[in-house]
């Protein structure tokens, strides 16, 4: 059956409609559907197409030889970090971030870096124009760099130009939203134009060879704008983020073809670029409240990398009949569930008391070793109880209240002993792997109620002499009496 040319296309999802409808079926989003001129969706004119014959390719062997130097390196060890190890030839990585969270600024720095070390580094932009490139450049102190140069937005011309003389290493446009191709008619930053635009800058990079990266614009529920199938055609998606008032920016791989999704890589916006963190964990406690009860150190792990941060909890009695769990940087339903444990095992009543939630310095956590250091957060501060603060925390809790082992505890002992800290809480179970080595002080906790009494014990011995700093509290306390 032949498709009309006109369409409803959803613009969140990219779903095609013979009419009109309010909400889309496909991605259940209301008043996203938008007319658009398909007709010329495929990219080819049908006559072409049905004419032309199978070409011959030859097919290869697993074992073929491959190409030398298969990965570029950006000259950013963050931004390689995150990305696998460089950029792969070939390869489309799709940016996206929130307006003004510095894309831009990352990437005319990583094709500066790249053009001075030699190599073709393209910067295509499609919002700004090149003045005002320049002066970003100027600012950073790059704009020496022999960066290829250009304000366009047609993908025609773009790809007839890359193609002249030697192929390009990286290629950046900024962003996707801006490009426009001949072969469809719907206006720029339309689903149906975005996907035509990436569709042929892909088909670009992948016959060329050149690393293509293109910058998106995320929507206001975080999602990268535009159809969801940009997503699945590129071999990666990074995603910076960061709060506008702090300075820390966090790189992070959301799907990657080539690497893992597991590595961030961390950035600090200066008044001359961003500047790279190679050790957050300094970052992240540079500004630690000493000596407030309600925040309790987590020695995690992102990706291969340990990292300290600060986790602060307020529990206060509400005035409410239905009490707020507000969380900021780690996931609600698994406070729910630590506050769940608290409350059944281990007599701590929370019900009649709000909680609110926070990791420091613009964190996601997403590991469950969280578990123990939110714990003792909470815990702190709901009995006033400041934690002691050369003490750092890791283990998950299971629903039966026990503290089970998480994985890497060298690595985490080894950072927080580099750190400063003297001592860790951590699972009983832990102890094992740890090779005696770190020189912290270890207590191990087998359950959430151990924990619990230890600290409520500290609450009751500073009201009882309130003059007493809590700097001295003896390690001993934290043990368990049994050993
Ligand atoms: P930009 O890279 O233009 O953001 P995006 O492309 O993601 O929209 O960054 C804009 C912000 O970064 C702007 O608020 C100013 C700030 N900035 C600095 O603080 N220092 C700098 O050296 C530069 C270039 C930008
Ligand atoms: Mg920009």
Known sequence: MPKSALSFVCQNCGAAYNRWQGKCDACGEWNTLAEEDVSGATTMPVSIRSKRKGRLFTLETL????????RLSSGMTELDRVTGGGFVRGSVLLVGGDPGIGKSTLLTQATSLLAR?????????????????????????LADAPVQLAAETSVEDIVATLSEGSVPRLVVIDSIQTMWTDT??????TVTQVRASAQALIRFAKKSGAALILVGHVTK??????????????????????EGSQ?????????NRFGPTDEIGVFEMTGLGLREVSNPSELFLSERDLGSPGTAVFAGIEGTRPVLVELQALVAPTSLGTPRRAVVGWDSS???MVLAVLEAHCGVKLSGHDVYFNVAGGLRINEPAADLAAAAALVSSLTNAQLPTDAVYFGEISLSGAVRPVAQTSARLKEAAKLGFGRAVLPESARGDVGGDAGLSLNTVAGLTTLVADIAARGQSRSSKATEPEKNATPARFRRQDG
């Open 63 to 70: 074992t073929g030889k491959t190409q030398d130097a298969p």
């Open 184 to 189: 469809v008619e719907s206006a720029p930053g």
């Open 221 to 242: 529920d975080g999602q990268i704008a535009g159809p969801r199938v940009v997503e699945h055609m590129v071999d990666a998606v990074l995603s910076f983020e960061g």
């Open 334 to 336: 698994r406070l729910s």
């Open 247 to 255: 300075q820390f920016r966090i790189l992070r791989a959301v799907k």
């Open 117 to 141: 070390a030699g190599h073709r580094a393209v910067y295509i932009s499609g919002e700004e124009a090149v003045a005002q490139v320049r002066l970003r450049a100027e600012r950073l102190g």
